[in-house]
């Protein structure tokens, strides 16, 4: 089994900072692609941004200029900073990850809630 754990969730006022983290372990080969996903109530899960294994990297256009994310392969980890926050922003993010070898496939974290309010 793979297990993926965020952190880093918070609450943070508009123009403030996150930065949240997943981090992988279990049996597996490698992973190639991982992302972050958000959602709201009554609305579908929408990619934030992913990375890929190589560091290359794409975000949702609602994002691109405020958030960074980035991956260490050594920690299995992936983060996601967050800046210039606007309430919109507020979802419960979750972590993917695309695993190869042993347990292969799609892999997700079970969230970790982001709210920007003054």
């Known amino acids: 089994q793979v297990q993926l754990v965020e952190s880093g969730g918070g609450l943070v006022q508009p123009g403030g900072s996150l930065r949240l983290s997943c981090s992988a372990s279990?049996?597996?080969?490698?992973?190639?692609?991982m992302g972050w996903y958000r959602q709201t109530p009554g609305k579908e899960r929408e990619l934030v941004a992913g990375i890929s294994s190589g560091g290359s990297t794409n975000y949702a256009d609602s994002v691109k200029g405020r958030f960074t994310i980035s991956r260490d392969n050594a920690r299995i980890t992936v983060y996601l900073q967050m800046s210039s926050l606007k309430p919109e922003d507020t979802a419960v993010y979750y972590c993917k990850a695309e695993v190869v070898g042993g347990v292969a496939g799609v892999f997700w974290g079970r969230g970790t809630k982001g709210t920007v309010s003054s």
């Open positions: 279990g049996s597996f080969l490698r992973i190639n692609d």
